[in-house]
């Protein structure tokens, strides 16, 4: 139910609860305590009002109940019930009414029932208590004692309806009340400020994943913020940027690839077509075809180095023979460069590491296809001189270098050598190549976690390429996901 609500609400909600909430535990404490504060308050002031009636009625009430001055004291307290308003009962220390005003329901002569605040008086002085009158509306009778020269006389009992204080109490309650509006305004307020600081961003995020979901890669967001959106909007981007320069890679590799099939399909076409006239002497016919096969091979070498790149862009395992001799499929692959190399006129060196571990994490395809291509092109581009091959072992690692003295290339290209369908100026329309080669050895190395360099001292100055894979990482990269 709550994950359906949006989190504006959630967020609205819960911020009015936690107000609620506490609004309700301040109003009760501080109600019950303005309550006790307005009682206390009217208390007072009537306990003060009966101590002065008891002052003044000590002396009369002393005559009165030595006979003397019999009307006095009921005229006396009718005076004080007209000017301060409350009703009065005096009654003598045997609680016989001695005067009251009308509304007690006492008449003069009458005996009083004790009642709590008249034994409360007779021990302390001043009592008090709060009861229903005759009409069912709660009233406060206070009693004090009343003493002449020491002697205690009687009490004169103060009653006063409570009604004055309860609406004064209730008052009071409605101005707290009328307080809390405004809080709660506050907390609304509140809650729609956060909210709209979590939902800005999160809108643009939601556009800006749509618009690169219709193809806009260029798509990035404004960080506004050091927190954890703005670390959201950062991720977002960097995602973007990524996938801006996957998608440019693979669209520059498609038209790579076509334009690459283009030029020997041409080639195809028009010695096809000058092969269809009959009239072509019997030599020229012979270079056509021999033309036409170098094509073929050159389209299907093409074609088989595309296969490989996407085999390693699919992120397709290659396959593992821990049991292979690494040893011999090494001296194999040199003696297969050897026999090149030496067909070209070339010196051909092998130094092997006799410390070499005999597995190594990598499989042996992958292994030979890397050492293939450099050593294809260091017999390529190398016309005279030597080629050498070294395999080293440390510690951790196995150091593979191809070492030739041909045509190298300038220092600065050296960082591109590696990118897909990269050759240089020097070797375009000399060399037959399609600038995969490397990049293959490159995405293999990146699979193990291995390294490539390629370093030349300059153009005509020889070329070495160094190949660095680390064991513990090369293990890493191929171990089975499933035992
Ligand atoms: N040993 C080398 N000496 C000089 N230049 C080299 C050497 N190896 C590579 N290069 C340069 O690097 C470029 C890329 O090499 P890479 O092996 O990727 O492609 P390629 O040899 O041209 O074609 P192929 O896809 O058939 O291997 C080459 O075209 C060449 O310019
Ligand atoms: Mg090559």
């Not at 003696?335 to 190399?341: G, K, L, S, T, V």
Request: proline share 4%.
């Amino acid at each position: 139910m709550i994950n359906r609500l949006s989190i504006r609400w959630r967020i609205l909600i819960i911020f009015i609860l936690i107000a609620c909430v506490g609004g309700l535990v301040q109003f009760v404490i501080a109600g019950r305590q303005l309550e006790a504060t307005t009682l206390e308050f009217y208390k007072h002031h009537l306990e003060t009002d009966a101590l002065l009636v008891a002052t003044t009625f000590a002396e009369p009430l002393g005559h009165f109940l030595e006979g003397e001055g019999e009307e006095g004291v009921g005229r006396m307290i009718s005076t004080f019930q007209q000017e301060v308003g409350h009703d009065y009962l005096i009654v003598d220390s045997s609680y016989r009414v001695v005067a009251a005003t009308t509304n007690t329901d006492y008449v003069p002569g009458a005996r009083a029932a004790l009642t709590p605040e008249l034994s409360m008086a007779l021990s302390q002085r001043i009592g008090s208590d709060i009861r229903p009158n005759h009409a069912g509306d709660d009233t406060l009778h206070l009693a004090v004692s009343v003493q002449y020269e020491g002697d205690p006389l009687g009490f004169v009992v103060l009653s006063e309806p409570m009604q004055p204080a309860y609406a004064e109490i209730n008052r009071r309650y409605a101005e707290l009340a009328s307080a809390t509006i405004p809080v709660l305004a506050l907390v609304i307020a509140a809650s729609m400020w956060v909210y709209g600081t979590i939902s800005q961003p999160m809108r643009h995020l939601r556009n800006s994943a749509l618009q690169m979901a219709k193809g806009m890669f260029d798509t990035r967001i404004r960080v506004q913020s050091q927190d954890e959106l703005g670390q959201l909007a950062q991720a977002f981007n960097y995602m973007a940027g990524q996938i801006e320069a996957l998608m440019k890679t693979q669209r520059s590799f498609v038209s790579n690839a076509a334009h690459e099939l283009r030029t020997p399909l041409m080639t195809l076409k028009l010695r096809a077509e000058a092969l269809a006239d009959v009239t072509l002497p019997a030599a020229e016919r012979v270079t056509y075809l021999s033309e036409i096969r170098q094509e073929i091979d050159h389209m299907a070498e093409l074609v088989s180095s595309l296969l490989i790149l996407a085999r390693i862009d699919e992120g397709r395992q290659p396959q593992i023979s821990v049991n292979g001799d690494m040893v011999s499929s090494l001296h194999d692959i040199a003696r297969h460069w050897r026999i090149e190399a030496e067909a070209k006129g070339l010196t051909f060196n092998a130094q092997f590491d006799p410390k070499l571990p005999p597995e190594l994490p990598v499989s042996p395809n992958d292994l030979r296809l890397m050492l293939d291509n450099l050593l294809s092109n260091a017999v390529k581009y190398t016309t005279q001189g030597s080629v050498d091959m070294r395999i080293a072992s440390a510690k951790d690692t196995v150091l593979f270098e191809v070492q030739d003295t041909g045509i190298g290339f300038s220092p600065e290209m050296a960082a591109n050598l590696f990118e897909r369908f990269f050759r240089a100026e020097e070797v375009r329309g000399r060399f037959i190549g399609n600038g995969l080669g490397l990049s293959i050895v490159k995405a293999i190395l990146d699979f193990y976690g291995g390294r490539i360099t390629g370093e030349s001292k300059g153009i005509g100055k020889g070329a070495l390429f160094k190949i660095v894979i680390d064991l513990q990482q090369a293990s890493i990269a191929h171990r089975p996901v499933t035992p």
